[in-house]
Nanobody, 117 residues
């Protein structure tokens, strides 16, 4: 019933940019932190960035100078602006939203980001 709808993934050249969007839909009481995670083949899923409802953000060291996370609380949507993309950024990117009242994490299905010439 609660679903995270992701968009914006695709193929981009090194040094290029992509903007990922994730909108939460369906019935829920509240959402607190939202964020992005990624997983490359054969590797563990890792944190990319998170943002609180008040706008406080947190980034992995590997992306902190290149990516920007933001959110629109009215739309229950989180964004990830990815600049200066590297081949190492290639992964499936997953959206996550946390419901504080339900103490539950919602996950998107993932969107492929491929950085290649």
């Amino acid at each position: 019933q609660v679903q995270l709808v992701e968009s914006g993934g695709g193929l981009v050249q090194p040094g290029g940019s992509l903007r990922l969007s994730c909108a939460a839909s369906g019935g829920f009481f509240s959402l607190d932190d939202m964020g992005w995670y990624r997983q490359a083949p054969g590797k563990q899923r890792e944190l990319v960035a998170t943002i609180s409802r008040g706008g406080r953000s947190n980034y992995a060291d590997s992306v902190k100078d290149r990516f920007t996370i933001s959110r629109d609380n009215a739309k229950n949507t989180v964004y990830l602006q990815m600049n200066s993309l590297k081949a190492e950024d290639t992964a499936v990117y997953y959206c996550k939203a946390h419901s504080t009242i339900l103490e539950y994490d919602y996950w998107g299905q993932g969107t492929q980001v491929t950085v290649s010439s």
